[in-house]
């Protein structure tokens, strides 16, 4: 059975506060075509604003990251339990730009898994990737899995998604190849389904998609979805990407 597809909007820091009511308008005039899951992670500051402007039934809310604990004396960290109250189904771990200028890693992630997981309902998106072009993504990919997922077991009904993202090809407009894709979603899935359901496992690709190339992974039977940067700030862009993965 086919999975609905999942393409998520990550705004990253990208959206000034003052511009985001606006933005956040624009996607709400949007029609998303049925079959697809979309989803917008704006920053912290608007996830509330968002939740007010969107309709969640037409689009779904996200974080782009989370605390490794849900409550206590933890300046500065948001939980997981207040992001999933503001609206958010979806959060993203160990996105390689928290990993390359923050410092984290695979055991922090996992600890924000496990914080993520315990509260329900709330689906996590870990990310993955190898930082330089044909360097051994698959030892890579290999070692990132294992401490991410370390210890962590799913309960009946939850889902979790991963998110293949070559570091090197993250806003740098380089098209990552189809067989490079192939290649390591199978990895990944085939990872994954040692140790979880099929059912409950979703593996996107992200990586300098846009309008123009998003199609072209819309019959890679191993892609259930994309992280989108750079283009998901351009609502009709963004439309035409979810647009393209039902072709
Ligand atoms: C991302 O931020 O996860 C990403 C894939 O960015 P971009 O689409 O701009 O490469």
New binding site residues.
Partial sequence: MSKTKII?A?W?MKVPHQGAANLLRRFSHLSFPAGIEAVVCPDFLALPLAAKTLSLRKLKLGAQDAAFIDRGAYTGEISPTDIKSLGATYV?LG???RRQYLGETDALINKKLQAVLAVPGLIPVV?VGEKARGKNPKAVLQKQLAGAFKDIRLKPGQRLVV?Y?PVW?????RVIKRSEVVLAHLLILGWLTKRFSPTQCQVLY?????AKNAANFSDISVVDGL??????LEPKSFLTICRSMLK
Avoid: F, M, P, R
């Fill in positions: 998520i990550n990253k993203i996105h390689s730009e990310c998110a993202e090809a993250i806003g740098t407009g992200g990586g300098s998609v846009d992280l989108v940067g750079g283009a998901s």
